[in-house]
């Protein structure tokens, strides 16, 4: 018995003796920032999209803040009509106070088929997480945009 319970412990393969880790609230955040992405760009996880903001959650682009889930998902729903995106996210830091900073790189081209891009963007997303039953959720999302094609200048951010 007592050499079946130490070829078990010794097989870091099967990894019997260790115990499932919980993953920290920075990692249950990077994740939320991760499907942002992936949800954003899927005109069909409009639901999904919005599960990941808090009930009274806010997005705020320049001077337009939509704030509530059913606000969110209406914009998603509305935004994913005509136009593809692509959401590439990187550069995602998240702080111990339940803040976070990422940049984000977005591409769009119409849909219709084509597959011309015809607008990129790069910004930074400033949020703030609340944690809700073990799940991290956008509390607040403020976007400040570094560059975009259609103006096809960069834009100062202060920093």
């Not at 919005?50 to 803040?65: H, I, R, V, Y």
């Not at 509305?78 to 984000?104: E, P």
Request: glycine share 6%; with cysteine; proline share 4%.
């Amino acid at each position: 018995m007592r050499a079946l319970y130490l070829s078990l412990c010794l097989a870091p393969l099967v990894g019997a003796c260790s115990q499932p880790s919980t993953p920290s609230q920075a990692e249950l955040c990077q994740a939320t920032v991760e499907n942002y992405a992936k949800f954003r760009d899927d005109p069909s996880k409009s639901a999904e999209y919005g599960a990941l903001f808090t009930e009274d959650g806010s997005f705020t682009l320049g001077p337009n803040t939509i704030t509530g889930r059913s606000a969110l998902i209406a914009r998603h729903k509305a935004a994913n009509q005509d136009i593809v995106f692509n959401h590439v996210m990187d550069d995602i830091t998240i702080r111990n106070n339940l803040t976070g900073k990422s940049r984000v790189v977005v591409y769009t081209s119409a849909r219709n088929g084509s597959h011309d891009i015809n607008r990129v963007i790069v910004a930074d997303y400033m949020d703030r997480y609340e944690m809700v039953e073990e799940q991290c959720l956008i509390a607040e999302r403020n976007v400040a945009v570094l560059f975009d094609t259609s103006s096809a200048r960069i834009i100062p951010t202060g920093e």
